[in-house]
């Protein structure tokens, strides 16, 4: 027990923190305490981390047991009690919340209607969008540990270009920016991404010294800027929702003489709740808010490379239980050592388009074409019918990109294709230099074969 009062000292005053309006000297105070500990490499680090995710486990899982309807459905179905879950280990136990399953938002609310503060939803590609509401509460949770971060980055001045798309107000991305930067006391300029000759006026205007952006969306910022002789020192670049390399990381450190973070994460669990500092080659986990699991995608089985699934420890009006994210991911450890868990994330489990009687992935052919000189990043697929032959369209965005081009990059990455467009399996358009702007992946894949009202 006397081990346990440093622990349990730890988690009140982080719950406190945490759970409360935090003003932006607070947050300061906060990210100095913080700093010092995040760089330590002790064992007793880690097991503090450990200690205090499994006691938000058990809180997190007798909250839903008695305030969720679809997850005390679960677990009565199951003979299960918040007893039987005591540890990490004891998730097994129960079943997995797929992106089908929460479409029902209603089951999954905790607090009533009128304790809802906000609702942020997925961009609705492939179907009615997925919402997610939040109280109070976790809007607090979620402003003030995120703006403590910013102000690990950046402990003075803090002007923060925001260029992520704004496609629709529910959003997350934009949206959580505008308020973490709030309540870390910084001024957000938000942008979005429509333009890169305009964004980079902004950025003359203001002189940001961050940038919150996409990798494939500053990569199309960078090359501007280098076209017109624009520099500016950043002291920090935090990327997120796509692929980021080393080539990325070696362009926008030598341009703007940054520091480059990458950030993982989705709506689902709310936003970016992993964290790659410039030195480390892996994901670190967000364990005080989430627990993750990899799993065989096929079979539900515990694994060390597979589907991520994530429990969330700190939500009030919607929290989730074992959500399978479609994202794949393979444990890992990161050279640095730090007192969080470490994951490589591998892209989807889901961009395998079957089409024209062969197999093709969404994030192969995108990083093939994304090498292409000119090329955004930005690529959307689309798959339809014509007639009764499959039809696969390439949008590719970026001014003097050739058709030809693109085309010999796909034959090349794919040498099966022609075969299957010359024996009839499959049509091929390709269309270049159009404007994704609004796309908020780097990626979109669209399959409407199978849209009834097409027939």
Known sequence: MTAMIPVNLVEWGLRTFEQHVSSPIHIRRAANLLKHWFNRKSKASFDIISAIQQHRLHNAVNYM?????????????????????????????????????????????????????????????????????????????????????????????????????????????????????????????????????????????FSPN??????????????????????LRLEAVVLGGETLTDNHKALFSKHWDAQVYNVYGSTEIGGGKTIALPECNAFHLDDLQLVTEIIDPDTGVTANEGELVFTTLSRE???????????????????????LRAIQFLGRIDDLIVAGDMNLYGNVLANAIAQIPRASGRVAILLDKLGLTDRLLVRVEGEGVSEEKVRQVLFRTYPELPTNIA??????????????????????????????RKI
């Open 65 to 205: 047991y008695h305030r969720s309807p679809a997850y005390r459905q679960i677990f009565i179905c199951r003979g299960l009690g918040p007893s039987d879950i005591l540890t990490v280990y004891d998730l097994q136990l129960l079943p997995f919340t797929t992106s089908q399953d929460i479409r029902d938002w209603q089951n999954y609310l905790c607090i009533q209607a009128e304790a809802l503060r906000a609702v942020f939803t997925t961009a609705g590609t492939t179907g009615e969008p997925k919402r997610f509401y939040y109280s109070q509460r976790d809007l607090e949770t979620l402003s003030n540990l995120e703006a403590v971060f910013l102000r690990l980055l950046v402990p003075e001045r803090l002007v923060v270009l925001v260029a992520l798309p704004m496609i629709h107000g529910l959003w997350i991305g934009s949206a959580k920016a505008r308020r973490i930067i709030e309540r870390a006391g910084g001024l957000p300029i938000i942008v979005g991404t429509d333009n890169p000759k305009e964004t980079l006026k902004w950025m003359q205007r």
């Open 210 to 231: 961050l940038v919150i952006s996409s990798p494939s969306y500053f990569t199309a910022l960078t090359r501007e800027a280098g076209q017109i002789g624009y520099q």
């Open 423 to 452: 024996n009839g399996n499959l049509v091929l358009v390709i269309d270049v230099g159009v404007r994704l702007g609004k796309q908020i992946k780097a990626l979109k894949i669209e399959d409407a074969r199978f849209d009834t």
């Open 317 to 339: 009006a919607m929290p989730l239980l074992r959500y399978r994210s479609g994202d794949r991911g393979r444990w890992t450890k990161c050279a640095c050592e730090r007192p």
